[in-house]
């Protein structure tokens, strides 16, 4: 079991950047493929990006590749979304999520474990 909180959202105006991070209970949190993804009002969830367990390999989302850098700390049980070049479409509550296993799956479905979400405003 690993619980997740979420912190570093906010209100930003268009082009500015936000550090999104979330901590992990637990001590085992090198074993879990970790995932960021957002949900906007009326939309499905949808995946942002995403790390490996030592934090090698990233895949990002079309959407975001070039502005987002999903990265981890796993002495410190944290993984943080840098968000540059922000814009209105990117307003959303970002989630990030876990999941056992060295797999790095873009659906929602496939992660196990879940954070509350954080809020990200941007405002043109």
């Given at each position: 079991q690993v619980q997740l909180v979420e912190s570093g959202g906010g209100l930003v105006q268009a082009?500015?950047?936000l550090r999104l991070s979330c901590a992990a209970s637990g001590r085992t949190f090198s074993s879990y493929v970790m995932g960021w993804f957002r949900q906007a009002p009326g939309k499905e969830r949808e995946f942002v990006a995403g790390i490996s367990r030592g934090g090698a390999s990233t895949y990002y989302a079309d959407s975001v590749k070039g502005r987002f850098t999903i990265s981890r700390d796993n002495a410190k049980n944290t993984v943080f979304l840098q968000m540059n070049s922000l814009s209105p479409e990117d307003t959303a509550v970002y989630y990030c999520a876990a999941r056992s296993g060295r797999y790095v799956p873009a659906?929602?479905?496939?992660?196990?474990?879940?954070?509350?979400?954080t809020q990200v405003t941007v405002s043109s």
């Open positions: 082009g500015g950047s659906s929602a479905d496939e992660y196990d474990y879940w954070g509350q979400g």
